[in-house]
């Protein structure tokens, strides 16, 4: 069973900028597919950005591109999402998940993925 340990989380203005991280162990983390989704309050789960990371394909959600990037350290079995010009909308808990058997395009990341680490809270302030 593959675990999932998402941090990085805080509080911070808008236009300012964090890093969120999510270590994965269990697996060979080449094979897996993982996301980084978010929730606010009362509102559902949405996929934030993915990333294969066999192939590196990557999807970002529309109201993100341009102001966050995934990426992956494949020695540290880790990926992370970096997000800059931070806006209050971008307020919930992120979490990450992965699975293997999803396919990530650059227009659309599976949300049901099988696998999911607890979250971390990001809190932008106007």
């Known amino acids: 069973e593959v675990q999932l340990q998402a941090s990085g989380g805080g509080s911070v203005q808008a236009g300012g900028s964090l890093k969120l991280a999510c270590v994965v162990s269990?697996?060979?983390?080449?094979?897996?597919?993982i996301g980084w989704f978010r929730q606010a309050p009362g509102k559902e789960r949405e996929a934030v950005s993915c990333i294969d990371i066999s192939d590196g394909v990557k999807y970002y959600k529309d109201s993100v591109k341009g102001r966050f990037t995934i990426s992956s350290d494949n020695a540290k079995n880790t990926v992370y999402l970096q997000m800059i010009s931070l806006e209050p909308e971008d307020t919930g808990v992120y979490y990450c998940?992965?699975?293997?058997?999803?396919?990530?395009?650059?227009?659309?990341?599976?949300?049901?993925?099988?696998?999911w680490g607890k979250g971390t809270q990001v809190t932008v302030s106007s």
């Open positions: 998940a992965a699975d293997r058997f999803v396919t990530i395009v650059p227009g659309f990341c599976y949300s049901g993925m099988e696998d």
């Open positions: 269990g697996y060979s983390f080449d094979d897996y597919k």
